[in-house]
């Protein structure tokens, strides 16, 4: 069996769809890079360590922007999750 | 509102009425098929939320007030995996859905071969990972009961006894509503639906308290964040390793829980669901982790020193003298760990009885003993299991106490089901694993686990503080808290370091090292390339396995109806009649797989193979899938589907020709018959009638004479009689006299009719579902009745010969079997028993009475058409079997 | 004690219509219904004369009397063949086989005995 001939260059629906399925493989990655970021801190209880309040704002802050995007991405990737996809789309 | 012991148990009491009130209306509701509603994206991601056990409900507030922000870690994790849904939970809850997948046990199983070792390694690491998990749960109902009694006359025995009715309590449910299924992909609609109420009571009452203590006690946003700010616990400890540490091992755990894996994998019924949950799920335990550190901050403020931080959700309510408040934290938190029981009893009970009862029995029972009421043998298993499952709980919560912190047990079980993480990830994302690099890291990552954290959480009177110290037998770098020597290390970060490294090191390396089966390596491109696969690959390559035999196979695992339903449907599908396909490949692998859905991958796979024989897969078969780049193309997909397609066209076209030339030649045998038929009784008469005619007669002669003529004369009227009925039946002129009646009448007469009242035939009837009222041709249903039990009467040679009559009703049609206990009829047979004068070859021994004209089962079909209705051979019943099935007619709308 | 013949029937009333009208002309007349098992009785009982229907249950008359052609030992056998089919392709198929002599049923009792008569004789 041989492999059909595909197309280089994919039409612009196709090719946002792919990008789409490109960011919803990076935002996890984004997201364990901005949980990341506490390691950087001070303890709290150090003079001029992160403050309680400040600390806590900013874990639960980067939980909501995920959460948000994440959404977006469901919206359009959502209806889409049934069909089977190309070799491309793999990682 | 006074709160009294007694106040407190009947509350729980009808909280736990309403969720059966629940659980039975959706379980209800799927039954008569409307079940949409109870299969949203939200149910789903309701359902989700038994991530939030009683550890959340009131170990979070312990938690934050210990250690800050870290409380975090365990629900950021899990956030992160459905986040990144795309990644992994999208395939495993496709993988689920295409092989049938019950457990995550049988998930790993199914991949490397379908080894029943690897089912029942992952098995007893979840057993002994969920038990702490379980007793955990009893351990927060106890102690909540603990706080309210305290000063309510209460003691604390009573304390004792309330955990242990909590566990027989929810035995009961999850033997009700969890058990009563055998196929876990028909889901567990009432269980489901109950643990999305719950999810709901215990999010309202956390948000109830928040904001009790933000706006009632803490004064507003500004006021909460000024007393955070200003608490005595530092948010941001600076412990980077157990904040790495831990956001993974939650992340883990959150694959690998047992309970997590069956809502997240096994009830899921639709990828799209995923889409949703990938941002619901993690607003859902945002929401209930954000009042955490104000309910832990405001607690410690104002709760006398000393008092457990694990109970601030419930102390601080009652302590205000909010009763009402108090009441519905303790019902919030009562929710959390009854859904989190249930659930991970019957993802435990399934894989307990699939992975380790089910191979047992098989390797008990002989091959031709197998699957001897193994439907029965499992559910029983599957019961017991969660009785057993429980118990274990409440053993644990016995032997440890009420004294750990809810949040150390929890990362405990944590630390111990992660040990299937890399086993699960290598064999679905890697096609290189073997069962045997599999095995290896399971069973090093568990037992270092076991070694270094949970057999050190029982205290000292497990291992000695001697052990502890110096190491077993004094090798230093064996000590549990610090192997090969590296000390000072967090025990828990630890544990979880040596035992995954060890875990997922010993996978890869022994993989590499070791050739996997034929079997495993078909299953590692299943697993692996599951978006990809044109269509399932072959098990199964040729096959001597005689279809009848599958079919009693099949129905003593999925139960009878289940079973014809879907041998029937792959007949329809060959393009074949009846309820007996062709056993080819294709067939051989949707029956494993739905086997599979109740029993496991290994225990179906090992049921078929005992029942084929040929082998299962071989080497060539494996060159033929070896290029799967070849296969991936999804355009040989179609061309699959189009030459499947031409197949079925052809295979229809076959038959309809076989069928007309048959029917060419059944004419002319008709007639061949007709005159057989007629000059049989003629010759004797024409004999007879001469010998009458001469003299010398002797007079005893002359009258038996007589009577052989008088004899013979009345069965060629019936004969033509018979004749007459067929061609008007077949030419549709008869006249319908559609009447109502009740079925169990029309039996009644048919048995009357056919003198089977006194004979040596037992009748087996059912009189309660015979009670269906029918509106059709009751005296031409009666004809086909009598022909049945007639038939029965003359030809079941049994020694004890019985018939059973069973009625049931399927959509709006009346279906009556009457099977008989007698060596039934040849498969040769079958095909042709319904074709005029097909009497069977041969009479019976000891059977006097001429034989009918072999018109009777013709007649039969004929009436059955004109009602609308069938009659067919129903095979695999032990004797001879038929269905009749006709519409019940107006009067299923008028009941 | 007479000559014996062995009629393989298995419908009970013409068994007892041919039984007796033989037997008057004074045959001792043992009788067969199985097909399965007709070619062996008629190796060991040795008869003068087989009358032997076309239409039995295990094995068909045509068979059993290839079976008979087929074994030197009973290959001389008379054999009457009897059907109630009464097509010409039967009559043929009988002869082809070997059948000495072949009647459609019903058939007139003397015809028969006179049959028989002749076979034995002949």
């Known amino acids: 069996m041989k492999r059909p001939p595909r197309p280089v260059f994919l039409a612009p629906a196709g090719y946002r769809r792919k990008r789409l399925r490109d960011a919803a493989y990076l935002l996890p990655l984004l997201g364990v890079v901005l949980l990341l970021i506490p390691l950087l801190w001070t303890p709290s209880d150090d003079v001029g360590g992160v403050g309680n309040a400040a600390s806590l704002l900013f874990v639960f802050g980067v939980w909501a922007g995920l959460i948000a995007l994440a959404f977006v991405l469901s919206l359009v990737l959502g209806p889409n999750a049934e069909g089977a996809e190309t070799r491309d789309d793999l990682p | ?895 | 004690m007479g000559r014996r013949l062995l009629l393989i029937e298995d419908e009970p009333n013409i068994i007892e219509a041919l039984s007796f009208i033989l037997t008057r002309d004074g045959w001792t007349v043992h009788t067969h219904a199985d097909g399965a098992t007709a070619a062996a009785r008629v190796k060991s009982g040795a008869p003068e004369v087989v009358v032997l229907d076309a239409m039995l249950p295990g094995r068909s008359g045509f068979d059993i009397l290839r079976d008979l052609r087929a074994d030197p030992a009973t290959a001389q056998v008379p054999v009457l063949m009897l059907t109630a089919r009464g097509q010409d392709k039967d009559r043929d198929l009988a002869l082809r086989l070997g059948a000495t002599q072949y009647m459609t049923k019903p058939f007139a009792n003397a015809e028969v005995v006179a049959e028989v008569r002749r076979l034995a004789g002949g």
């Not at chain 2, 749960?137 to 006359?153: D, K, V, Y």
């Not at chain 2, 019924?269 to 209930?288: C, E, M, N, Q, T």
């Not at chain 2, 290189?432 to 270094?452: H, Q, R, S, Y």
């Open chain 2, 1 to 895: 509102m006074i709160l009294t012991f007694n106040v407190l148990i009947g509350v729980s009491l009808g909280y736990v009425a309403m969720l059966f009130a629940v659980a039975f209306a959706a379980d209800r509701r799927a039954r008569t098929g409307q079940e949409r509603w109870l299969r949203s994206p939200l149910v789903y991601t309701l359902s989700l939320s038994i991530y939030c056990t009683a550890w959340t409900f009131y170990g979070a507030v312990g938690y934050a007030a210990r250690s800050g922000l870290e409380y975090l870690t365990i629900y950021l994790g899990p956030s992160l995996v459905v986040v990144g849904w795309w990644w992994i939970l999208r395939k495993l809850v496709r993988i689920g859905r295409t092989q049938r997948i019950t457990s995550i046990a049988d998930l790993v199983s199914s991949r490397f071969g379908k080894s029943s070792v690897i089912g029942a390694i992952v098995t007893l690491i979840a057993v002994a990972g969920v038990t702490p998990y379980i007793a955990l749960q009893l351990q927060s109902i106890a102690l909540t009961f603990a706080a309210f009694t305290e000063g309510l006359g209460g003691g604390p025995a009573d304390v004792d006894y309330v955990a242990l009715w909590t566990a027989l309590g929810l035995a009961v449910f999850t033997i009700v509503f969890g058990t009563r299924n055998l196929d876990p992909s028909e889901r567990h609609h009432g269980i489901v639906m109950a643990i999305a109420v719950e999810a709901v009571v215990k999010l309202v009452a956390l948000l109830a308290v928040g904001v009790f203590v933000v706006w009632g006690l803490g004064g507003g946003v500004p006021g909460i964040l000024r007393r955070i700010d200003a608490a005595p616990i530092p948010m941001w400890s600076g412990d980077g390793g157990r904040w790495v540490g831990l956001l993974f091992l939650s992340a883990a755990a959150f694959l690998t829980l047992p309970r997590m894996f069956h809502v997240l994998v096994v009830e899921n019924d639709d990828d799209r669901h995923l889409a949703v949950a990938s941002w619901a799920f993690p607003l859902y335990v945002l929401v209930i982790s954000l009042f955490v550190v104000p309910i832990a901050v405001v607690g410690l403020e104002r709760l006398p020193g000393g008092s457990n931080p694990d109970l601030f959700v419930l102390a601080l309510p009652i302590s205000e003298g909010h009763g009402g408040l108090a009441l519905l934290a303790f019902l919030g938190g009562f929710s959390s760990a009854t859904s989190m029981v249930m659930v991970a009893t019957i993802a435990l009970a399934t894989m307990v009885s699939n992975h380790i009862v089910a191979p047992l029995w098989l390797s008990v029972r002989g091959p031709v003993e197998v699957a001897r009421d193994l439907r029965g043998t499992i559910l029983l298993a599957r019961r017991a299991s969660v009785v057993g499952v429980l118990g274990l709980g409440y053993v644990y919560f016995q032997l440890t106490g009420a004294g750990v912190a809810l949040s150390a047990i929890g990362l405990i079980a944590f630390a111990g089901v992660a040990q299937i993480l890399p086993a699960m990830l290598g064999g679905i994302f890697w096609r290189g694993g073997t069962a045997i690099g599999a095995g290896t890291g399971l069973l090093l990552g568990a037992a270092v686990w076991i070694w270094t954290l949970f057999l050190p959480s029982f205290g000292t009177a497990v291992i000695p503080a001697e052990v502890m110290a110096r190491g077993p037998f004094g090798i230093g770098w064996l000590r549990p808290d610090a192997l090969f020597g590296i000390e000072g290390v967090d025990p828990l970060l630890h544990a979880v370091i040596w035992s995954l490294l060890l875990n997922a090191g010993s996978f890869t390396l022994v993989s590499l090292l070791t050739f996997p089966k034929p079997l495993e390596r078909l299953q590692g491109v299943q697993f692996v390339n599951v978006f990809e696969q044109s269509g399932p690959a072959r098990t199964w390559s040729r096959s001597g396995a005689e279809v009848e035999d599958l079919l009693v196979l099949a129905q003593r695992v999925l139960g009878g109806e289940a079973a014809l339903g879907l041998f029937q449907s792959e007949a329809e599908g060959q393009g074949k009649s009846g309820h007996l396909p062709d056993p080819t490949p294709a067939f051989l692998q949707r029956l494993e797989r739905e086997l599979a859905g109740s029993v496991g991958a290994a225990a179906a796979h090992a049921l078929v193979g005992q029942l084929v024989q040929g082998p299962g897969v071989s080497v060539e078969d494996l060159m033929a899938v070896a290029d799967e780049a070849a296969q991936i193309l999804e355009y040989s997909a179609r061309l699959e589907a189009k030459s499947a397609e031409q197949d079925r066209t052809a295979r229809a076209l076959r038959e309809a020709n076989d069928k007309l030339t048959q029917l060419a030649r059944q004419k002319d045998a008709f007639l061949s018959r007709i005159s057989h038929e007629l000059r049989t009784p003629m010759t004797s008469i024409r004999s007879f009638s001469s010998l009458l005619g001469e003299e010398g007669l002797g007079e005893d002669d002359a009258r038996r004479f007589a009577r052989i003529v008088e004899a013979e004369a009345q069965r060629m009227t019936r004969l033509l009689d018979d004749l007459l009925d067929l061609s008007v039946l077949r030419d549709g002129q008869v006249s319908l006299k559609r009447r109502e009646g009740l079925l169990s009448e029309v039996i009644d007469r048919a048995i009357l009719s056919a003198g089977a009242m006194h004979g040596s035939l037992r009748i087996v009837r059912e009189p309660a579902s015979e009670a269906v009222p029918v509106v059709t041709d009751l005296d031409r249903l009666a004809q086909v009745f009598i022909n049945l039990v007639s038939n029965a009467r003359k030809y079941c040679d049994a020694e004890r010969p019985e018939l059973r009559i069973s009625v049931r009703r399927r959509r709006g049609q009346v279906i009556v079997d009457f099977a008989d206990n007698g060596s039934g009829i040849p498969a040769p047979e079958r095909e042709v028993i319904f074709e005029s004068f097909a009497r069977l070859s041969g009479r019976r021994a000891g059977q006097s009475e001429p034989t009918g004209a072999g018109l009777g089962l013709a007649i039969c079909r004929e009436v059955m058409a004109r009602l609308g209705g069938s009659i067919a051979y129903l095979p695999g019943q032990g004797g001879a079997a038929f269905r009749v099935a006709f519409p019940q007619g107006h009067a299923a709308a008028a009941e």
